[in-house]
């Protein structure tokens, strides 16, 4: 998918909502555990109740690896279904890859060509000769962690280096890399302020936003501080809106509360008109 | 497994040989494709050839999940068979991951509990709220990326914090986490000297060393800049052993590889006495 089909589904739907599939047999409705891919079955019913609310879908790989191969034929058939059947939604793996050149080829391969998703979110740590192979796919984005919306991200991406803090630093350095036109970058919401800066730095590139609700982000701020003129912006929502309810009407729930979040959205934009 | 058996297995071995399981259908025997599954057809062969020789094998994640289910299936099947029939061996998923804390918790089972590793490769950029799930499984270890073998280390990890280069930083702030007790560390063999710098920061620490062989880097060099008296080494080598025969003498070529590294180490091993 481009950037511009990105953009005109954006204004199509009124709605930079990316919905996270953070799906977890814990937590989702007991009486699914009876079909024969509880997984599936659950993202199933969140996708038909919910795709015309939001542009996009980011299955978290970690929730699906948990259950081994049943967990990845689960997100297979999820990427599937959300290709086949609304093949306008933005789809993000939001795995958190990296590795050396060949291996990250390998990575690239597996959730571009073999899963088919859209775009992939990549942990910067190693550096251009691991984010460049992501890169090298036309039609597919990388989305790069700059600043994330834990705790843990003061340990090392608000550091300093020279003055410039490390965070910082990957948008700049990875500003030079071959096709930093496919790169976006994760920024938690829970750092508002940080928001400002990073539009500074990289003006027209594609921000996923993090940690609206459950994780304590302010949907206004962000839109204040992050938005360009053409959007600009994913705002990320999982357990908010998927585990509004655990009984037999989760689905109608979740787009009950993916509704509200995409109302605001609907009044943000037209701030920018 | 303990830090402790692991040290009894590299003494009994005479050996700090870890082996890359980097499988690829590209580069393995063609006769192996018209087997059902070729992966582990060839991962099965290279351990029944190599495992007296070497003290654990590193399936990389990313040359299983570029095939997709057949991949996992290939991995599972793999590391069944390792920990069934030689459960001596040391396990490490190579898989580079790292998330928030509760996601992080999701890949620390997949790895640990669905798969039955013995540790599993992390990425620092994070911080603490990734890394301590991982680290609260007990007789698990994490394995933190600290200075990789790639030219991309020089864009991040070596950019200095206060005089202090990021890689150092990642040491000296994650042995403040809990359970530190449990890791271990990435440096990569092509920065020999900085080994010694590394070895002075964490003198018990295991330290995992990629890039000897194939990406260039000295044994030797290794040893005398990282040992320590428990030895506290993991020195990989993937395709310099897997790959050093394409036809069906595969095996046996990937034992001779293997048994001259092992040769050197016990000679390095030797030097300890």
Redesign the interface.
């Known amino acids: 998918m481009t950037t511009q089909e990105l953009i005109t589904q954006i204004q199509q739907k009124k709605s930079f909502l990316c919905i996270g599939l ?1 799906t ?1 047999l814990e937590r989702i409705p007991p009486h699914l555990l009876e079909e024969e891919d509880p997984l599936f079955a659950f993202n199933k019913a969140i996708i038909d109740a919910t795709h015309h609310l939001c542009v996009a879908y980011k299955p ?1 790989t ?2 699906y ?5 049943k ?3 689960a997100l ?1 058939k999820t990427i599937q279904y959300i290709n086949h059947n609304h093949p306008e939604i933005f789809t993000i793996a ?1 795995a ?6 060949n ?2 080829t ?2 690239a ?2 959730f571009f060509d ?2 088919q998703f859209d775009a992939v979110t990549i ?9 460049e192979p992501f890169l090298a796919f036309k039609g597919k984005h990388t989305i790069l ?1 700059a600043l ?10 608000t ?4 003055g410039v803090a ?1 965070y910082k ?2 948008l700049e ?1 990875s500003q030079t890399y071959s096709h930093a036109d496919r790169l976006m970058y994760v920024v938690g919401a829970t750092k508002a302020e940080h928001l400002a800066e990073v539009r500074k730095m990289v003006p027209e590139s594609f921000l996923l936003v993090p940690g609206i609700g459950a994780q304590g982000g302010n949907l206004t701020e962000v839109c204040k501080y992050g938005m360009n003129p053409q959007v600009g912006l994913l705002v990320n929502s999982s357990r908010g809106i998927i585990y509004a309810s655990n009984k037999r009407d989760f689905a109608a729930v979740a787009a009950i509360k993916a509704k509200e979040i995409q109302g605001q959205m609907m009044g943000e934009l037209e701030k920018l008109r």
Chains 1, 2 share one sequence.
């Open positions: 953070d977890d978290n970690a929730f690896e948990a259950y081994g191969i967990g990845w034929n297979a939001d958190k890859r990296g590795d050396i050149g291996t990250s390998r990575y391969k597996a073999e899963l942990s910067p740590y190693m550096g251009k000769d691991s984010v962690l994330t919306s834990n705790e843990g991200a003061f340990d090392f991406q550091q300093k280096i020279d490390l630093k990957v350095v």
